[in-house]
């Protein structure tokens, strides 16, 4: 026979179990969750997606200098233009001074006072900062600056 404390001694057994059950059933998503924390702490793999951006960023950086010197520079040449010792003529209409010189990229084009645009790959960005002054000015388009050098 049963007795009554005994019964209720039974039956708090069984509720703690089921408590301990219940208790262990939580920490059984926990550690998951801590995984899945550590999954995205793994975020890591978040963490590097955003150092991914940063890559995908570096080069609209990079982009930054380069659209500017996509935009190029440009100054004016009045005087005749001597490159190995020979004076620079257009190849298009024989100007040989008054030119716009542009720097694009690695690039070094002669402008005459006709527009024509004549690529020199004699001279290079190098030759060009050597010869022209610091920049004062930027200009948004091509026709702007050479409206501004009287072109
Ligand atoms: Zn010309």
């Not at 080069?59 to 520079?73: I, K, N, Q, T, Y």
């Not at 440009?74 to 209409?93: A, F, H, N, T």
């Amino acid at each position: 026979m049963f007795s009554r404390k005994r019964a209720i001694r039974e039956l708090r057994k069984d509720q703690q179990a089921a408590t301990e059950l219940l208790q262990a059933l939580p920490e059984m998503p926990l550690p998951q969750d801590p995984a899945t924390t550590a999954g995205s702490a793994t975020g890591g793999p978040a963490a590097s997606e955003p150092a991914a951006q940063v890559d995908d960023f570096l080069p609209p950086d990079l982009r930054v200098p380069s659209r500017d010197e996509l935009a190029g520079m440009m100054m004016r040449y009045d005087k005749p233009l001597v490159i190995d010792g020979e004076v620079r003529s257009c190849p298009q209409c024989g100007a040989y001074r008054d030119w716009v010189l542009l720097s694009v990229r690695d690039e070094v084009w002669l402008r005459c006072r006709a527009g024509h645009e004549t690529l020199e790959p004699r001279l290079d960005p190098a030759w060009y900062n050597r010869n022209s002054g610091p920049m004062d000015r930027w200009h948004p388009t091509l026709e702007d600056g050479l409206k501004h050098l009287g072109h």
